[in-house]
């Protein structure tokens, strides 16, 4: 079983940065494709970026491309996502889920573990 917990999160005006950080124990963290998923409220749970086991994949979603980053250091059983230029609506529950799978899928339905998450919010 791998336990999964995300922290970084908070509150950002426009503009600004942060980095979340996922943290793992358990199971074979290093060898699981991780993702970064997103919940507004109201809204459905969005991708917003995924990273291979050796951190040689990785894929952004469009809406966060060129402002999020995703990498991972399997030494430590850690995966961030740097966030520039943060807008409004980046303002949502930010997930870490890993997949033992590795199917590289934008889907949550294919990631088996997921922390708690982490709320980011962007003030205006």
């Known amino acids: 079983q791998v336990h999964v917990v995300e922290s970084g999160g908070g509150l950002a005006q426009a503009g600004d940065s942060l980095r979340l950080s996922c943290s793992a124990s358990g199971g074979f963290f290093g060898r699981y494709e991780v993702a970064w998923f997103r919940q507004a409220p109201g809204k459905e749970r969005e991708f917003v970026a995924t990273?291979?086991?050796?951190?040689?994949?990785?894929y952004v979603a469009d809406s966060v491309k060129g402002r999020f980053t995703i990498s991972r250091d399997n030494a430590k059983n850690m995966v961030y996502l740097r966030m520039e230029n943060l807008k409004p609506e980046d303002t949502a529950v930010y997930y870490c889920?890993?997949?033992?799978?590795?199917?590289?899928?934008?889907?949550?339905?294919?990631?088996?573990?997921w922390g708690q998450g982490t709320q980011v919010t962007v003030s205006s």
């Open positions: 889920a890993a997949d033992h799978h590795s199917r590289q899928s934008i889907h949550w339905y294919d990631y088996d573990y």
């Open positions: 990273i291979g086991w050796n951190g040689t994949y990785t």
